[in-house]
């Protein structure tokens, strides 16, 4: 528990997993800083962004591991995984092929973390809704079908990250309190 003048009470890691430019950076961005990096090249090598927030009147405070550019090798390594509490598998929703993917992102966090780690699924880039490849109702199915919540998102124009990062540290303080996690 946090002393007076002291850190916050609870931490939670949490992964944002998915291929190459889906928009996890952003994403990450967007949620610590309120920022969109539109030339994207930043991010390399930074490990996580933190941002606390507040659940049930207790500081919570949430560290987001970002992949830093090397889900293109698949090197993610189970360093990054190791103690996770979260994770958000994303896919960008106007390329049919990383949702694709998805699948296998969830196996390699299935097969790094518990089952118990509290899993969104993250639909991005709503904002083009014209050149959509998937549609909401795959994206609801699939999450379904797999026992995960699931939200669409932009990270340019700020829709649902918020809510996103917010669901599951609820899901996970929620967990944390009953010692499911
Ligand atoms: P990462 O490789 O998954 O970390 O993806 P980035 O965050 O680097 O984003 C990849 C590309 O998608 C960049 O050109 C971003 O500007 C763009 N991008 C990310 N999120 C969004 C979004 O919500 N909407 C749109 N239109 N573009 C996005
Ligand atoms: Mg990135």
Redesign the pocket.
């Known amino acids: 528990m946090a002393e007076e003048g002291g850190g916050e009470e609870y931490l939670f890691k949490i992964v944002v997993i ?10 990450l961005s967007r949620f610590a800083r309120d920022e ?3 030339n ?1 090249k930043g ?1 390399i090598g930074v490990e996580f962004q933190t941002q606390v927030v507040q659940v049930d009147g207790k500081e919570v405070k949430a560290q987001v591991w ?1 992949s830093a ?1 090397q ?1 293109r090798f698949r090197a993610v390594t189970s360093a990054y995984y190791r103690g996770a509490v979260g994770a958000l598998i ?1 896919y960008d929703i106007t390329r049919k092929t990383t949702f694709e993917s998805t699948k296998r992102w969830l196996d390699e966090l299935n097969t790094h973390c518990d089952t118990a780690v509290a899993r969104m699924l993250v639909g ?5 809704d014209d050149i959509r490849e998937v549609s909401v109702e795959e994206g609801k199915s699939l999450a379904e079908k797999e026992g995960l919540f699931f939200i669409e ?5 700020a829709t649902n990250v918020m809510k996103a990062f917010e669901i599951v540290i609820h899901e996970i303080y929620d967990k944390v309190s009953r010692k499911i996690l």
């Open positions: 998915g291929d190459s430019a889906v928009g996890k950076s952003n994403l969109f990096d539109h994207s991010t970002d550019g889900e994303v991005n880039k709503c904002d083009l998102t932009s990270a340019l124009d």
